[in-house]
C-alpha cells in the first residue's frame, strides 16, 4: 500500500469513529503493541448515555475514567491522585469524584453518567463535585498524542476532532474471565458490537494531516 493510499484508508477510518463518537457510539481505541497493548471503549463525554456507560461497565473493567484538559481540571480544583506519580507510563490521574447533586451511591451507570455531565459543564465550578467519587479523571498531555501516546489523549483528540467538548470517557476492554482483551479478541467484538477501531497511530497520521471534509 503507498503512503497516498495509506493515507486515504486513515482517513476513511477517522471518518467512521468521527460519526461514532458525534453520536454517541463507543469507539474502540488500541494503544501500541509495546506499550500497554490494550484497547479501550471511548466515548466523546458530551455525547455519553446510560446505555454507553453500562456498555462500559460492562465489558471494561469498571475503571471509568473521565479524560479532560489541564485547563478545565485546573478551573475545577482537581489536584493528582499523588505527589509523585510512579506509574509506570504516568497515567495522570486527579483525585476521584462524584457529583454533589442526583446521585445515590455513585456507582451505577446513571449516577456515572450523573458525575460525568456535571464536570463537563461548561459552568461547572469546583462545588458541584465532591471527592473522593467513582469516576477517575485523567489529565489529558497538553500536547495531546502527538506528546503522549496513551488512551487519555487519543480520547480527547477524538473528542476534540468530532468538534465536541475536549473530554472524553474510557474504560479498558475484559475478556469474561477476567483478562485484558486483545488482538484477535479486540477485533471479535468490535465487530460483534458493530464498533469502529482505531488506533494511536491513526490518530497520529490523522492529527499530522488533518482528515479532508466529505
Not at 61 to 75: A, F, H, N, P, Q
Not at 116 to 135: K, N
Amino acid at each position: 500500500m503507498s503512503q497516498t493510499q495509506s493515507t486515504a484508508y486513515c482517513h476513511r477510518r477517522m471518518r467512521a469513529a468521527l460519526d461514532a463518537v458525534r453520536n454517541g457510539v463507543p469507539v474502540v481505541l488500541m494503544d501500541d503493541g509495546d506499550r500497554e497493548n490494550e484497547a479501550d471503549l471511548i466515548v466523546a463525554a458530551e455525547r455519553l448515555t446510560e446505555q454507553a456507560m453500562a456498555q462500559l461497565i460492562r465489558d471494561g473493567s469498571g475503571i471509568v475514567c473521565l479524560c479532560m484538559t489541564d485547563e478545565d481540571l485546573r478551573r475545577l480544583q482537581l489536584p493528582p491522585m499523588v505527589e509523585k506519580n510512579e506509574s509506570a507510563h504516568g497515567t495522570a490521574f486527579t483525585v476521584t469524584i462524584e457529583a454533589r447533586h442526583g446521585v445515590t451511591t455513585g456507582v451505577s451507570a446513571r449516577d456515572r453518567l450523573t458525575t460525568i455531565q456535571a464536570a463537563i459543564h461548561p459552568d461547572a465550578r469546583p462545588a458541584d463535585l465532591v471527592r473522593p467519587g467513582h469516576v477517575f479523571p485523567l489529565r489529558a498531555h497538553p500536547g495531546g498524542v502527538l506528546a503522549r501516546r496513551g488512551h487519555t489523549e487519543g480520547a480527547v483528540c477524538l473528542s476534540r476532532l468530532a468538534g465536541l467538548r475536549p473530554a472524553g470517557v474510557l474504560c479498558e476492554l475484559m475478556n469474561p474471565d477476567g483478562t485484558m482483551m486483545r488482538g484477535a479478541q479486540v477485533a471479535a467484538y468490535a465487530d460483534a458490537h458493530g464498533l469502529p477501531v482505531l488506533t494511536i497511530d491513526d490518530l497520529v497520521a490523522c492529527t499530522s494531516a488533518p482528515v479532508p471534509v466529505g
